[in-house]
T-cell receptor, first 110, second 112 residues
Framework: GQNIDQPTEMTATEGAIVQINCTYQTSGFNGLFWYQQHAGEAPTFLSYNVLDGLEEKGRFSSFLSRSKGYSYLLLKELQMKDSASYLC???????????FGAGTTVTVRA | DSGVTQTPKHLITATGQRVTLRCSPRSGDLSVYWYQQSLDQGLQFLIQ???????AKGNILERFSAQQFPDLHSELNLSSLELGDSALYFCASSERDAYEQYFGPGTRLTVT
């Protein structure tokens, strides 16, 4: 199976930056995803990395280092609506199956 | 709105019973995935279908089964239900060879 680790909780102030780290151990790596999930709602896609480097998408950026089995999601200019769980997920093989980490609950305070 | 629909939204049933959860993927998506999310287990992949055929299997119990029909909608059947089966069940869909999975709103199953 896959071993995916991310912190359980993080707290930050509105307007600040938060970095959520994710480490993984897997075989047949075929991409890393970040999803946002508000309580009781469906996960929504944030970003996808398959090659090393930084992908920027507005206030959200995601980084991948395949050699280190490491990714981070960077949330800038935090807003109250960013309070949610952030799920790191790894795809393996050609079947597009996703294995999810337990999620990081981010709380944004005024 | 992701375009993926799931019914019912909520389901309350007793132990030992059998239920069927339904999912309609986004228009044009051939792949359907089922996930279970409980408080202590997080989001767990159950099974994937592609154009009617089983493609990948995760941590799906033998009491659970699924299928994808010719019109591409999918059903997840849960039988001999136990208290521990109480969870949110999500369906997701994706295009062939696309990387993004679109999640439906989920079905909240409560087993009493």
């Amino acid at each position: 199976g896959q071993n995916i680790d991310q912190p359980t909780e993080m707290t930050a102030t509105e307007g600040a930056i938060v970095q959520i780290n994710c480490t993984y151990q897997t075989s047949g790596f075929n991409g890393l995803f970040w999803y946002q999930q508000h309580a009781g709602e469906a996960p929504t896609f944030l970003s996808y990395n398959v090659l090393d480097g930084l992908e920027e998408k507005g206030r959200f950026s995601s980084f991948l280092s395949r050699s280190k089995g490491y990714s981070y999601l960077l949330l800038k200019e935090l807003q109250m609506k960013d309070s949610a769980s952030y799920l790191c997920a790894v795809r393996t093989g050609a079947d597009y199956k996703l294995s999810f980490g337990a999620g990081t609950t981010v709380t944004v305070r005024a | 709105d992701s375009g993926v629909t799931q019914t019912p939204k909520h389901l309350i049933t007793a132990t030992g019973q059998r239920v069927t959860l339904r999912c309609s993927p986004r228009s044009g998506d051939l792949s359907v995935y089922w996930y279970q999310q409980s408080l202590d287990q997080g989001l767990q992949f159950l099974i994937q279908y592609y154009n009617g055929e089983e493609r990948a299997k995760g941590n799906i119990l033998e009491r659970f089964s699924a299928q994808q029909f010719p019109d591409l909608h999918s059903e997840l059947n849960l039988s001999s239900l136990e208290l521990g089966d109480s969870a949110l069940y999500f369906c997701a869909s994706s295009e062939r060879d696309a990387y993004e999975q679109y999640f439906g709103p989920g079905t909240r199953l409560t087993v009493t």
